[in-house]
């Protein structure tokens, strides 16, 4: 198969499925070391024609990118779509990756870019819908620290936090969210979203102090009045 050709959008939508089931258990995981010879190899073989060296790509890269565009959109069958764009694009454009930054950089790069775009797209229409909250903000360390004992008072108190913190997640920008989800909720180094996002790690450090003031400050309103 030329590499040049899109692969069919419904083998994408298979491939996407195996590579949620691989981990779909993984939830805010530190960032993996990049397994960067073994990407190299895979994406030469795909460069060269071998479409099954990027369906190992797709099934190992779908969790973390999953993770990425869902807590930037808030929206399932979004980010399904926007996977599938993603992957497309991806495999597109393989031919002209030369190595210069990793594969896991690269396609990290296409995903953030294409979220953003959809989200100006979007615009502020969007509602977030509280049957659609995403877990992986349980980790958050606040969070953590009001999860030590349980009872109904608490276990409702957590569920409105859970909802009062997605809720401001979705008040930042497009740009803060997207720092607050790589660093706080996929665990990656400043290093790794600079390059992502191509800007320095002085603005990324930036962004995720503003981001975090703002996100402090919903949760103080939250502790000042909690569920009764």
Known sequence: ?????????????????????ARVKAKRQRMDKPRTDEDQQLVARTQSGDPGAFDQLV??????????????????????????DVFSKAYKAIRGFRGKSSFYT????????????????????????LDDVDASIQNDKEFLELTATSSPVREADLSELQRRLNEAMMKLSDEHRAVVTMFHIQGMPHAEISKILRVSEGTVRSRLFYANRQLQNYLDEFRKNPVA
């Open 1 to 21: 198969m030329n590499p040049s050709v899109a692969l069919p959008a419904r083998r994408i939508s298979d491939l996407l499925s195996s590579g949620l089931e």
């Open 59 to 84: 099934v190992k890269y779908t969790p973390r990118l999953y993770g990425l565009v869902y807590n930037m959109t808030s929206n399932h069958e979004d980010t399904n779509d926007l996977l599938q």
């Open 106 to 129: 690269w396609v990290h790069s296409i995903a953030v870019n294409m979220t953003l775009n959809f989200l100006k797209k979007r615009g502020r229409r969007f509602q977030l819908s």
